[in-house]
């Protein structure tokens, strides 16, 4: 177990360090070192997360929002752990396995700045934020 | 999520994904939504007279609210601005199959075409209104 649980957040950390070494505004949920050796989790700003796992479909990841549920709410651990509602929306769930091989995290992490890339250019948040404008100060029109 | 082809096709080939000049006299925008709730819609409309000969969005949203939305731009493309008042959420939630839960996305939708409406209205009185001014300066 000790062995494993150090080649498994060996191969966790890679893929965290390629994603969010390649692309800005993504950040970690939970502790730094301080949590599971398999787990990642992630909000990248200015994309929505179920949008993300459409764009990745031949991964198996899991976004942390419950819009499959009766309300809009977003996960209430990742609330728990501080991340704001902005962000909320904009997370991913990754789990590393005991079979995941080093080309599969590598994979995964070119396809996931590909499609946050691809969707931020859809966005109208990322538009925004690039215009310089205080995302937290706008009024927005909820129906 | 059982998503439908025509949705998975609109998020792959989003139709008139971008953005047109906001300060434009002849361009209506709309933003609806707020990142909270997980969705927020760009909607623009050029409009030359009385029609509307190009559309854009931007969405941040699931494949769902992207497909509503991307649907809505190719839908407004040709419409006059009367016409396009009568674009309704329920004949998007049929085009694209949409599941009870992903109706939201389609009243988001036709809420951004309103608002990107009466964008266009407000600025096209306020210029006339000026027009107006200016001749009675004029005179």
């Not at chain 1, 690039?130 to 009024?139: A, T, W």
Request: charge should be neutral.
């Amino acid at each position: 177990m000790p062995t494993e649980s150090k080649r498994i957040a060996a191969m966790r950390d890679r893929l965290q360090a390629q994603i969010m070494e390649t692309l800005d505004e993504c950040y970690l949920n939970g502790h730094q070192t301080q949590r599971l050796p398999h787990n990642l989790n992630i909000s990248f700003a200015y994309v929505e997360g179920e949008a993300l796992l459409m764009g990745v479909k031949e991964i198996a990841l899991s976004s942390g929002s419950a819009c499959t549920s009766a309300t809009l709410e977003p996960s209430y651990v990742l609330r728990a752990l501080g991340v704001g509602s902005d962000l909320a929306h904009s997370s991913i769930r990754f789990g590393l396995g005991r079979f995941t091989t080093e080309e599969e995290v590598d994979y995964t992490a070119k396809r996931m700045v590909e499609a946050v890339k691809r969707l931020r250019e859809m966005s109208p948040l990322y538009e925004m934020a690039k215009e310089g404008i205080d995302l937290k100060s706008v009024q927005w029109a909820v129906h | 999520m059982a998503y439908s082809e025509k949705v998975i096709d609109h998020y792959n080939n989003p139709r008139n994904m971008g953005s047109l000049p906001k300060e434009d006299k002849s361009v209506g925008t709309g933003i609806v939504g707020a990142p909270e709730c997980g969705d927020v819609m760009k909607l623009q409309i050029k409009v030359e007279n009385d029609r509307i000969v190009d559309a854009k969005f931007k969405t941040f949203g699931c494949g769902s609210a992207i497909a509503s939305s991307s649907l809505a731009t190719e839908w407004l493309k040709g419409r006059t601005v009367d016409e396009a008042y009568k674009i309704k959420n329920t004949d998007i939630v049929q085009e694209l199959n949409l599941p009870p839960v992903k109706i939201h996305c389609s009243v988001l939708a036709e809420d951004a075409i309103k608002a990107a409406l009466e964008d266009y209205k407000k600025k096209a009185s306020a210029g006339a209104a000026q027009g107006e001014k200016a001749v009675a300066q004029a005179k």
